[in-house]
């Protein structure tokens, strides 16, 4: 089995709807974090509660429900996150490169 190395993550898709600027910029490093986590595993979908999450409260993000979807691609897999909370959304898409 071929050992692989993932690195550089890469957001290059937002839809934001209701989601201030700060907290679109800690939205995507969760986002960013949670694809690095996952790249190379064999999860294709997982709800978080970000009520769950060490800082959210102290971020003011609590109130967010992530949803983190993987979708296959023959080069290179892509990552959809949607983030939900009240009448708030932001949707993201990004990739993690391989070394």
Known sequence: MESRIYKNPSTYDIKNKGCGSEEIEVLCDIFESLMMQQ?????RKAVYNLKDFESAEQL??????LTLERHDHPDQDEWQGLFEANNRTLEVW???EET
């Open 39 to 43: 790249t190379g595993k064999m999860l």
């Open 60 to 65: 003011e993000i609590d109130a967010f429900t």
């Open 94 to 96: 990004g990739t993690v």
